[in-house]
């Protein structure tokens, strides 16, 4: 008997969910554990795997489609097994058919179900939207049952972007990228080789989030350099007195993680966010971890860090920066973050601008720690120099107070013993 593939609940708010990818065709034999669909809700990617063997006889929704949180997606049963598909459709869809069939035999006028209180519209795409200012109302949806997707509001954003350039900049594009025939074959004929695919997933939700991000904020980056030879030096004793806990290994990242909670601690204004004009400023941190990934980046959150030893933040980090690799992460766990620290240091980066995670108003970028010569007094000396940059909206946060809260950090860094304390 044939098996149904549900759209899963990732997370606690999860309303509907992507299909990134079928990793089997219809058709294709599965086993019972194998992978066999990529979903995809917000940030999160995880492998959907096969409930039992068989075939994959029916897919429901296609790549890049979304579907609501428990909607069947697909069909695995026995080679040549005939299908009794169920209606996928929610009461809505049933009686919105229903008045149809009654308009066709009565010859009554349908009425304007797609009006604006009746628009289907993904969360995804309703956020995105609000955020860039756009009326849902004037967007054609794409998506099944004409629902709005993020990809027709990213659509519509660009069209506004595009409409707002003055038209003497237009025509100059134009002009550029006018190409003969005959050039257009030629480059085909150089290109051979090149591999094309479309931005899906979770380099799709980076890629508008980023996008969205340098279009709504006034993003400023100010650099500065921390001397933590101290603060290695500390590192070295601590790590050989906690030899008995060997769930305890601090990083640098640990106390630069603890330094910027401390930070934010005393200089507040840097702990907000910027939503609707208004800005919310919060008593308690919630710090932001940014993960690599093989196929992105995730920002794991530890809420009330404020809370939390330098033990406590270091196994956090560990424990959250493992199952962000390992795909495991929900969405509330993505979730409320008030500030974030990225780093590059293990890719032997120096300064560098990251870029702001809205509607947070602040996030630190971290370098690599390099041997340098420092003088001290009259003696030059080799001290371990720390890159730090800071990057703000200036919307919310002017200079001088990004300075002095970027100073702080600093100053924990060059008297790690405060840290502690």
Do not use: C
Request: glycine residues 6%.
């Amino acid at each position: 008997m044939a098996v149904e593939i549900f759209m899963p609940k990732l997370g606690m708010s999860m309303k509907e969910g992507t299909v990134v990818e079928w990793l089997k065709k219809k058709g294709d034999k599965v086993k019972k554990g194998e992978s066999l669909v990529v979903i995809s809700s917000d940030k999160i990617e995880t492998d959907i795997e096969a409930p039992q063997d068989g075939v994959l006889l029916e897919i429901l929704v296609e790549q890049d489609e979304t579907a609501e949180v428990g909607k069947v997606i697909g069909y695995i049963g026995q080679e040549g097994e005939k299908l009794n598909i169920q209606s996928n459709e929610t009461p809505q869809e049933t009686a919105k058919q229903a008045m149809q069939e009654v308009a066709a035999s009565v010859g009554t006028i349908e009425p304007n179900i797609t009006s604006r209180h009746m628009l289907r519209v993904s969360p995804a795409a309703r956020k995105l939207a609000r955020e860039a200012g756009i009326d849902v109302s004037n967007i054609k949806g794409t998506g099944p049952k004409g629902r709005i997707t993020r990809s027709d509001v990213e659509k519509a954003i660009q069209q506004k972007q595009a409409s707002l350039q003055p038209v003497r900049e237009k025509q100059t594009v134009a002009e550029t990228n006018q190409i003969t025939s005959a050039e257009t074959n030629q480059i085909t004929t150089e290109q051979q080789g090149v591999t094309v695919k479309p931005i899906t997933g979770m380099r799709k939700v980076i890629a508008t989030r980023m996008f969205a991000s340098l279009q709504q904020t006034a993003q400023l980056t100010i650099h500065m350099k921390a001397d933590v030879t101290e603060l290695f030096e500390l590192q070295g004793k601590l790590r050989e007195e906690l030899q008995d806990e060997p769930d305890v290994k601090l990083t640098i990242t640990d106390f630069i993680a603890r330094a910027t909670v401390l930070a934010l601690s005393t200089h507040k204004q840097m702990n907000s966010l910027y939503q609707n004009g208004h800005i919310h400023t919060y008593d308690s941190v919630h710090l932001g971890i940014a993960v690599a990934l093989a196929n992105g980046l995730a920002v794991p959150v530890i809420p009330y860090a404020e809370k939390l030893s330098l033990k406590e933040i270091s196994k956090k980090i560990k424990e959250l920066s493992a199952r962000a690799r390992e795909g495991k992460l929900s969405s509330e766990e993505m979730k409320g973050s008030t500030f974030t620290i990225t780093s590059l240091g293990a890719y032997g980066v120096e300064f560098f601008t990251p870029v702001l995670n809205p509607p947070e108003v602040g996030i630190l970028g971290v370098g690599t720690a390099a041997d340098t010569p420092v003088f001290i007094g009259d003696n030059i000396q080799k001290r371990k120099i720390l890159p730090l940059s800071l990057t703000f909206d200036h919307q919310v946060i002017d200079g001088a107070p990004a300075s002095q809260f970027l100073t702080a950090i600093k100053n924990y860094l060059e008297k790690p013993y405060k840290i502690l304390l």
